[in-house]
């Protein structure tokens, strides 16, 4: 466990949010490209993608720094539904609809890892975890060679509950040590079966925002930041592994009441 802070980063509305996602993005970008030469990231749905969208589809100030280089993204999947890839609940759709389908051809087109369509309907979605973390493998390493993969950035939303990914509150997931991918067969929020990737691999990424937004995070806010309790809930336990690695994107609505040190930019 990290003993350092994560920041949290509060602005008027969710057009600023993502105004100030913008840079924060593409610094990771531009730093994973001058390391490998690649931008490994995952994300999740919900809110999301939408607001991801506005943040970069938003014109470029003409600068290299400024520029999102799709062509050279690995986009991969915090979590995932087990439902095709073309259902209303399948985060891949969300992202393709949201974001990709809407990236001017000159930017590129980014490389996107979801998950193998042909296991949704599977009693178990077991071994729709196993093939996504095969697939993780071949991106960033054998599982032999290295204990986590290294994600450059991993792009969250947080529930009313306090969940991330599929990661949910009291779930025994919480306490898994080895696996990259994990299997859920009972989420308590619909639909029941997905894959996520687990919290050692969350909090292993260099770089992780969470995005969010409106006034009906204040409550679970106020919890993850300002309680006791609050301190065993999933994105709790991403500040608490990550510390610093963390930054959240917020608007005010959404922190309102929030006792704990706010930035107003980054």
């Not at 057009?15 to 994973?32: F, H």
């Not at 607001?51 to 995932?80: C, Y």
């Not at 990236?103 to 996504?132: R, W």
């Not at 592994?241 to 608007?251: L, N």
């Amino acid at each position: 466990m990290t003993t350092s802070s994560p920041v949290l980063y509060s602005f008027p509305n969710t057009d600023t949010v993502a105004k100030q996602l913008r840079p924060y993005v593409l610094r990771a970008q531009n730093s994973a490209i001058n390391r490998h030469d690649t931008f490994r990231l995952a994300v999740s749905g919900g809110s999301l993608p939408a607001i991801l969208a506005e943040a970069l589809l938003a014109s470029s100030n003409g600068s290299p720094e400024d520029t999102p280089q799709f062509s050279k993204w690995e986009i991969f999947f915090a979590d995932e539904r087990a439902v095709p890839l073309d259902h209303p609940d399948s985060n891949y759709r969300l992202l393709k609809d949201e974001l990709v389908s809407k990236i001017p051809s000159e930017f590129g087109t980014p490389n996107i890892h979801p998950i193998d369509e042909k296991h949704v309907g599977d009693d178990d979605p077991q071994e729709l975890a196993d093939l996504y973390q095969e697939d993780l493998m071949r991106s960033f390493a054998a599982k032999d060679s290295v204990k986590l993969p290294v994600f450059d950035l991993i792009l969250l939303g947080c529930g009313p509950d306090g969940h991330t990914c599929s990661l949910f509150p009291g779930h025994e997931l919480l306490r898994e040590k080895d696996a990259w991918v994990a299997a859920e067969i009972n989420s308590p929020k619909p639909p029941p079966k997905r894959i996520t990737l687990t919290l050692p691999v969350v909090t292993h990424a260099l770089n992780i925002a969470f995005v969010a937004t409106g006034g009906g995070k204040k409550d679970i806010l106020k919890q993850i930041f300002d309680t006791e309790e609050g301190r065993s809930l999933p994105s709790a336990l991403v500040n608490q592994g990550a510390g610093e690695k963390v930054s959240w994107f917020t608007d005010h609505p959404a922190v309102e009441g929030v006792a704990f040190p706010r930035r107003g930019s980054l």
